[in-house]
């Protein structure tokens, strides 16, 4: 192997270790979830100022880098596309595990955390993979975007936590759910490195659509599950709590912008 050749190497597996970096606080939510065993309004309250969290990361480190390099018509549908893939995919998965559900369902009802967590978890891969994308190719420009970096995984560790109490609540053990992070840990690291590799030449047309899918898949994520959640333990405190979390994200986006 040539020396540019090692090179090309090590630079693509820098890109994937920070790919694993940024999803590996999934991890630490669910060593923290079954740790302390959460109270159903901590959780609540966790996946409410997690909302904003993720809803300030959709809004600019996904959108609106996106809009710089797409037509508002493909922004928009590529956007449609990620909630589809969510909504579609949470279905697919309630409907293989119906009975698990019905029974997972009591437990959750009565800890506060009635949604599906596998929607939770689903919702980490499709906005995870493509972000591990975009780090990706943030290296390409010189070095990863320490914004998006942080962004990415300051708001999967609300996701971790959040699916991992209700995952507990279903009986889940920790080594299983543990398992289950890190397939998306390694698929993290592995998109990270494809993201250097196979778009070092994009105008930014794909990247941008990558980034809008996986907003899209995240949003839809947010609203169908995490804040209907949160609002069925905090009630009219939810409001307040996602604005906290969206104005966090602003002040990361401002300290390491």
Same mark, same amino acid.
């Given at each position: ?8 190497? $090590? ?6 270790? @920070? ?16 740790? %302390?065993?959460? +109270? ?10 997690? +909302? ?10 996904? *959108? ?23 909504? %579609?995919?949470?279905?697919?998965? &309630? +409907? ?6 019905? $029974? !997972?369902?009591?437990? &959750? ?21 493509? &972000? ?5 190719? +943030?290296?390409?420009?010189?070095? $990863? ?26 009986? @889940? #053990? ?22 250097? #590799? ?5 105008? !930014?047309?794909?990247?941008? $659509? ?14 169908? #599950? ?7 333990? &905090?009630?009219? @405190? #939810?409001?307040?709590? *996602? ?15």
């Amino acid at each position: 192997m040539g020396v540019g050749a090692l090179g090309h190497s $090590v630079v693509v597996l820098g890109a994937a270790g @920070w790919g694993a970096l940024s999803a590996a606080t999934l991890l630490v939510g669910a060593i923290l979830a079954y740790a %302390f065993k959460p +109270s159903p309004r901590l959780t609540a309250i966790v996946m409410a100022a997690g +909302s904003g969290l993720l809803i300030g990361s959709v809004s600019y480190d996904l *959108v609106a880098d996106a809009q710089l390099s797409l037509s508002l018509p493909l922004l928009a549908l590529s956007l449609f596309a990620g909630a589809a893939v969510f909504v %579609f995919g949470t279905k697919i998965l &309630e +409907s293989r595990g119906s009975k698990d559900h019905a $029974v !997972g369902k009591k437990v &959750e009802d009565s800890a506060g955390t009635g949604g599906n967590p596998l929607a939770i978890v689903l919702g980490s891969v499709l906005d995870g993979v493509p &972000e591990s994308f975009v780090l990706g190719i +943030s290296v390409l420009a010189g070095g $990863v975007s320490p914004t998006l970096l942080a962004g990415v995984a300051l708001s999967n560790l609300p996701e971790g936590m959040a699916a991992s109490a209700g995952l507990r609540a279903r009986k @889940w #053990t920790l080594p299983k759910v543990l398992l289950m992070y890190a397939a998306v840990v390694a698929t993290s690291a592995i998109a990270s490195g494809l993201g250097y #590799t196979l778009l070092a030449s994009d105008d !930014g047309t794909i990247t941008g $659509v990558v980034q809008t899918f996986a907003a899209g898949a995240l949003l839809a994520m947010i609203a169908n #599950t995490m804040i209907p959640d949160a609002y069925q333990v &905090e009630r009219e @405190w #939810t409001g307040g709590l *996602v604005v906290a979390g969206f104005a966090l994200s602003l002040l990361i986006a401002a300290a390491l912008g």
